[in-house]
């Protein structure tokens, strides 16, 4: 990544659509992001994000009778089974965060609040994969709302309405990988991280509880390490090698 920003906005164009982005470039790319294809995916989106809008019907609709049926029925015990769907959120999360920050960093701190809510991320680059993966894992969540019902929990209405409007919001915005979702998706990957490790370290005995403590306070010292001598410190400049 260059100390400085030399270049203020590119252009993007496909499927009759144009998006202005930033043109951050990541200095590497992890081998999940490495099958991303721009073009394949803008193409899902713009065909079909209308479909997340039957789909949080859909989710809407069996939440309720979901909850009739447990309603004469005991509430069924999951232990295992949240440990193990919490920590997969938990995992991806942390990941999406991490990937994500890089260009939400580059965006806000180098670029300027003003870019950073005006251009959208670089369509080719990893921050466009994990937007896409943020969208795409809010169908995964509605699992959240099923493993309340089935172990007769309370279901409030802000906790239903915001899973199925934050799907048709995602959706649509990943057509155009809108600037100001940027800062929607970090706080989204963020709050995540630290929810779902909590929910999933909460399903744990006090031993296992403080491994994996241990466990993710090194990921923690690892990452903040990471971002400061990548973004934080001051690197010196090489000498301009004159020539004749």
């Known amino acids: 990544m260059s100390a400085e920003v030399t270049e203020r906005f590119k252009v993007w ?12 470039e990541y200095d590497s790319t992890w081998l999940i992001e490495s099958w991303w294809d721009d073009l394949t995916m803008h ?3 713009k065909n079909h994000w209308f479909k997340s809008v039957y789909l949080s019907a859909a989710y809407v609709i069996v939440t309720n009778l979901l909850q009739r049926y447990m309603e004469p029925r005991k509430p069924k015990s999951m232990r295992p089974l949240l440990l193990l769907w ?3 959120l938990a995992v991806f999360s942390i990941m ?3 990937r994500f920050g890089i260009e939400f960093y580059d965006a806000v701190f180098r670029r300027g609040f003003i870019d950073s809510i005006c251009l959208a991320v670089n ?6 994969f994990w937007a896409c993966m943020f969208a795409l894992s809010k169908i995964a969540e509605f699992g959240d709302t099923m493993f309340l019902v089935l172990r007769k929990r309370p279901v409030i209405f802000l906790h239903w309405y ?3 409007v934050v799907l048709i919001l995602s959706w649509h915005a990943a057509i155009e990988l809108t600037a100001p979702g940027r800062w929607f998706i ?9 929810m779902y490790t909590y929910y999933a370290m909460c399903q744990q005995s006090y031993d296992n509880l403080a491994l994996s403590f241990g466990i993710y306070a090194s990921f923690l010292i690892l990452f903040s390490s990471f971002f400061n001598n990548a973004y934080l410190v001051k690197k010196e400049s090489k000498p301009a090698v004159k020539t004749d």
Not at 186 to 194: A, E, Q, R, T
Request: net charge neutral; no cysteine; hydrophobic share 35%.
């Open 123 to 128: 369509p080719r680059s990893p921050s466009a």
């Open 43 to 45: 193409t899902f989106f």
């Open 96 to 98: 999406g965060t991490w």
């Open 13 to 24: 164009t496909g499927n009759n659509e144009t998006i202005i982005y930033s043109p951050f």
């Open 86 to 88: 919490n920590g997969i």
């Open 186 to 194: 970090f706080m989204n990957y963020l709050v995540h991280s630290i």
């Open 162 to 164: 915001h899973h199925a």
